[in-house]
């Protein structure tokens, strides 16, 4: 108990250092170098004082691999710093796991360096497109966050290990933090003349208390229900021998979708607290919507009310765990030349951890999806029209969808093969063989990616939603990562499930 009190601590510290972080060390006062030694030297205060010497491998992954960045050279350094990135956790994982603390959560240092990875790998493929790829060879979402210049090493820990992110993230772009920490999230753009951007003017800073003040709203909540009402669900009871024998099964379902509904609550929670504390620095404006309301879900994880809503895999993957959804898609899904949506399942699982339990997910987990998307792409299209049709067909979709989501996510949870294949067979694998079925009788529609036709058409509504942006004051940062969150429906549609 007492890390996960620790972790709340940090936080909450956090939170109050990023509230003084925007009053007292605000870009129009202060250095962009001051920002950046504070809160790095206040994010390895907080690595220490929650997992006190093994916080030290934060600053060995990052140095390391900043080293591999300058001598290896742009041209294949975010191959290399994949690998090093992606196996010194793989490393640590095992560590904590198998000599450690298995099955337990406690110091598990290993989850800031998932962040942490996500990070230097991200960063390494920005610098690689924006140094070495010639533009034309780029994607839209590539093209608007390749990085042109090597970042200095104050700049590469500040960006790993900031106290707004470096305990629970979330992951975002190079080019976002650095415009946060100069100071130019709030520059509004333009278009001049011969059709070129330039900067005009600085609209005054949105606040985002009201923002802060409603994600806090919604961390109290979650943590009350984590608190009181999921202590008494336990997704272990799903494997009891009593309740297997005696429960009916429409008993069996409704436990099931119960107890994983009431496992969320803990992700809502931290998710959500990381995003007010970057919120409450000033980090993660996003421009103003069709009303001229300020934006602040930049680097939002997760929609609470699309993820309990879901009526597909597709809308659920899309709601959750956002910014590793994106990650995905940027350093595996988009550079893979064969089977991209495989690997990329493949590439989560490894990330998340050497639990069997993941790979049990995530193996189902591709099943799952490939299956939802065919049936999705098979008979949506008959039951659009009327309303009524339609309302029955996301009925239907939604009761499906959600013992579909809790079914493959029951390893997760257990961690351990044998709980884990008892769940499956105490189901009679009813779900992976409805799977299987549904695919080799449904023809399935091949994706397409890269530089296609669904692409430029995301990238031409993107630049109709900057347009609108910029009429009402849409800040110059918040533009460029539009393309990649609107093309987050190319992507999430093949990215792991993650929870």
């Known amino acids: 108990m007492l890390p996960q009190v620790n972790f709340v601590v940090c936080q909450v510290f956090a939170l109050l250092a990023a509230i003084w972080f925007r009053t007292y060390l605000h870009s129009s006062k202060t250095s962009s170098f001051i920002r950046h030694v504070v809160a790095t030297l206040l994010g390895l205060y907080l690595a220490l004082f929650c997992f006190g010497w093994y916080a030290l491998h934060f600053l060995v992954q990052s140095g390391i691999s900043y080293c591999i960045m300058i001598i290896i050279g742009v041209e294949n350094m975010h191959k290399y710093c994949f690998v090093f990135a992606l196996g010194y956790l793989t490393v640590c994982q095992i560590t904590r796991v198998y000599i450690f603390d298995y099955g337990q959560y406690s110091a598990d240092f290993s989850g ?59 992951l975002c772009s190079y080019k976002d933090y650095i ?13 001049g003349e011969h059709g070129k951007e330039e900067i005009q003017y600085e609209k005054t800073e949105p606040s985002p208390n009201m923002a802060v003040i409603q994600k806090l709203l919604v961390c109290g909540l979650s943590l009350l229900f984590h608190l009181t009402v999921s202590k008494t669900l336990p997704v272990e009871y799903n494997i009891d021998e009593h309740f297997q024998a005696t429960a009916s099964w429409p008993t069996k379902v409704i436990y099931l979708y119960v107890s994983l509904l009431a496992a969320r609550p803990k992700y809502y929670f931290a ?8 919120n409450a620095a000033g980090f993660g404006f996003r421009g103003y919507d069709k009303n001229g309301a300020a934006r602040w879900d930049l680097i939002s994880n997760l929609r ?49 951890g050497v639990y069997p339990g993941y790979y049990l997910t995530f193996l189902t987990g591709v099943v799952m999806t490939l299956a939802a998307r065919a049936v999705r792409n098979n008979f949506r299209h008959h039951f659009i029209e009327p309303p009524q049709l339609k309302l029955l067909y996301d009925v239907i979709t939604w ?64 630049k109709k939603f900057d347009e609108r942006g910029n009429s009402l004051g849409q800040n110059s940062f918040s533009t460029t990562n539009n393309v990649c969150n609107q093309n987050q429906e190319l992507a999430s549609r093949h990215s792991s499930l993650k929870q």
């Not at 060879?137 to 707004?164: D, H, I, K, W």
């Not at 415009?179 to 278009?191: A, L």
């Not at 695919?439 to 296609?452: E, F, I």
């Open 112 to 170: 800031p360096m998932m962040i942490i990875t996500q990070k230097i790998t991200s960063l390494a493929c920005e610098i690689h497109d924006g140094m070495f790829r010639k533009d034309e060879e780029l994607t839209p979402s590539q093209r608007g966050l390749a990085v042109r210049r090597m970042p200095s090493l104050l700049e590469y820990l500040s960006y790993n290990c900031n106290f707004m992110g470096i305990l629970a993230g979330p």
């Open 304 to 352: 609470i009310q699309q993820i309990e809503m879901s009526t597909s895999f597709k809308m659920f993957l899309d709601n959750w765990n956002i910014q590793t959804a994106l990650w995905l898609k940027r350093v595996c899904y988009e550079r893979t030349s064969s089977s991209p949506t495989i690997q990329t399942f493949i590439l989560s699982a490894i990330w998340h």
């Open 399 to 462: 009761i499906a969808t959600q013992i579909a989501i809790s079914y493959t996510v029951v390893p997760f949870v257990l961690l351990s093969i044998k709980p884990s294949f008892m769940f499956y067979s105490s189901w009679y694998y009813s779900l992976h063989s409805a799977g299987i079925l549904v695919l080799l009788l449904l023809p399935v529609k091949k994706t397409q990616r890269g530089k296609n036709t669904h692409e430029n058409v995301q990238l031409s509504r993107s």
């Open 179 to 191: 415009t946060f920490i100069e100071g130019r999230s709030y520059h509004v753009t333009q278009s």
């Open 271 to 278: 998710w959500t607290l990381a995003d007010a504390i970057n």
